[in-house]
């Protein structure tokens, strides 16, 4: 076929699915009235299974027993709408969460590993006053503006008498479910109303607020769960935090109203600890960035990771020498995904051929090593050439816009901001890509992490790569290089290397040469640090990267 041809028909499909999808009546619902009924319906299978400090199991009619009783008492208690959690994820974080949206709050789950002035700036931005943390974490970020009357949520838990939370799991047994939430007065309706506020990771840029809506949140858990990836009965391993959009949509709302067991644990950088609780729960699928998978390959055993069906990676790009590394010392396959904060997140995954009892929408099945898979049911997209703005085919590289029922309606109170990256309904993601003619999408990059040195564009992800290649560097336990675009007076800009690995500029250059690297590819300084910077949610933390990039320029030239 022709690619012109598959292109056409590929847009026309996406567009068919995601205009079907849209008029779905089950995008007006609430997050609420979904996670109540999926726990009511089955009030005694294990909901969740928290590791930490020691095991701790909740089955679902006792964990929504005890939101219930929670809601009831922060209804009275707590006038704000929007209000802040910075919990890890676990119990605790999930009952604040569920019991907030119960009385049709909006929790603002906060980063609290961003530095006081960009805490203090969602706080200010988002309006929030009121927070729900615990005390063993707030000893633990001295440095945090928590407020006077921050709620403990284990002494909130424990202010909710016994008996009410008894009182409510027989009701949760015995009524029947509609008329129970009659009775409490939960919402039902949800549709475009703002259901949770996230502030992106500030990766390349400061923290912006990303409004999701109920619509949105139950779009992609509709698509996630069409996708067959992750369907009910199934446990996943949930340690990403609730901050980061993949914790909130897919291992704390998707698996509550989709009876997915979770099983947590507060950070995913103790793989040891990560990999004795896979096997001793029994884990059927991980999902992580692939800085938190390379250590798995040194720090656990098969025996440890056989429980696991397929794990998958997103929130960078996924190195082919992982997956085959993941493939010879486990046996375990790795699909690769994407998505962003503003799509709720997920927008495309690969998955494997035998779950896929159905196809997307566009007659995708199954994997393509090398892309993040087929669109889900319900997302359009086109390609649109950078400097132009003109459409291009689908098969062509270009940047990526996407629309769909889980695509967000702007940053909070950023009218400038929306009309950069909104138009006509469409996001522009910022990131680089095409889709093959089976419609497969492959990210060939950020926009962002693009340098434009004498009129061409340099793909920062590309030149890491071939230097990773060429010095030989696996990278198995941590990420080892970054590379940044600084000014420069000559070309417009010039890469530099930071690496953790000892290299000289002039060995460098002969490796990438002597590899046909093009000259303006080449890096024009390297520094040594310690460690290359990442954020809480695995992404390397380019805006760090880019500040010691140039404050080393500023001592070169200042010497």
């Known amino acids: 076929m022709d690619s012109n041809d598959a292109s056409a028909r590929l847009k026309s499909q996406l567009g068919a699915s995601e205009e079907v999808f849209s008029q779905r009546g089950e995008l007006d619902g609430h997050i609420a009235a979904n996670c109540f009924r999926a726990l009511a319906k089955n009030s005694g299978r294990e909901a ?76 200010d931005k988002g309006e929030v006053s009121t927070m729900v943390s615990a005390g063993t974490l707030k000893e633990k970020v001295p440095n945090f503006p928590w407020p006077e009357d921050m709620l403990d949520i284990k002494e909130e838990i424990g202010a909710c008498s016994k008996l009410s939370i008894i009182f409510w799991l027989i009701a949760i047994k015995l009524l029947p479910i509609e008329f129970l939430m009659r009775w409490l007065k939960v919402p039902t309706t949800g549709g475009r109303k703002e259901a949770c506020l996230l502030f992106t990771s500030g990766s390349s840029g400061e923290p912006k607020g990303v409004v999701l809506t109920h619509r949105n949140i139950i779009a992609n858990t509709l698509q996630i769960e069409e996708s067959c990836i992750l369907p009910a009965g199934k446990s996943i391993m949930a340690c990403l935090p609730i901050f980061h959009s993949f914790g909130c949509t897919v291992t704390l709302w998707y698996a509550l109203c989709r009876e997915v067991r979770i099983v947590s644990f507060p950070t995913p950088l103790e793989t040891r600890k990560i990999a004795e609780i896979i096997k001793a729960e029994s884990v059927n699928v991980f999902v992580g960035a692939a800085t938190f998978l390379r250590p798995f390959l040194k720090r656990a055993s098969r025996d440890q990771m056989k429980t696991l069906d397929f794990v998958v990676a997103g929130s960078e790009k996924l190195p082919k020498k992982l997956y085959d590394a993941f493939m010879e010392d486990f046996g375990i396959q790795i699909y690769e995904g994407y998505g962003l904060t503003e799509t709720s997140p997920v927008l495309s995954v690969n998955r494997p051929l035998e779950l896929t009892q159905k196809e997307s929408a566009i007659g995708a099945r199954g994997a393509k090593v090398g892309s993040v898979g087929p669109l889900l049911t319900g997302i359009s997209a086109k390609i649109v050439e950078l400097d132009s703005g003109k459409e291009l085919p689908l098969t062509e590289t270009g940047m990526l816009w996407v629309k769909g029922a889980n695509v967000f309606e702007g940053y909070l109170d950023d009218k400038q901001k929306n009309e950069e990256v909104i138009k006509d309904g469409w996001f522009m993601t910022g990131d680089l890509a095409r889709f093959d003619e089976d419609g497969f999408l492959y990210i060939e990059g950020r926009l962002s992490r693009f340098s434009k040195i004498g009129g061409e564009m340099v793909p920062h992800g590309l030149v890491e790569e071939r230097i990773q290649e060429v010095m030989g560097w696996t990278g198995e336990e941590a990420q080892m290089v970054s590379i940044v675009g600084v000014p420069d007076e000559a070309k417009g800009e010039a890469l530099v290397l930071l690496t953790t690995e000892e290299v000289s500029i002039k060995e460098l250059r002969e490796k990438l040469v002597e590899a046909g690297l093009p000259n303006l590819w080449i890096p024009k300084l390297v520094y040594e640090v310690a460690a290359i910077p990442v954020l809480a949610t695995g992404k390397c933390d380019l805006k760090q990267c880019e500040s010691i990039a140039i404050d080393m320029m500023a001592r070169l030239y200042t010497d």
Request: net charge positive; aromatic share 4%.
């Open 48 to 123: 969740i299974v928290d590791m930490y400090p020691e095991r701790k199991v909740m089955k679902s009619g006792i964990l929504l027993a005890a939101a219930i009783a929670l809601s009831r008492r922060w209804r009275a208690r707590i006038p704000e709408r929007r209000v802040g959690v910075v919990l890890p994820p676990g119990i605790g974080g999930t009952i604040a969460n569920l019991a907030l949206v119960l009385t049709d709050k909006i929790p603002v789950n906060l980063n609290f590993t961003i530095g006081e002035a960009s805490v203090r700036a969602c706080l």
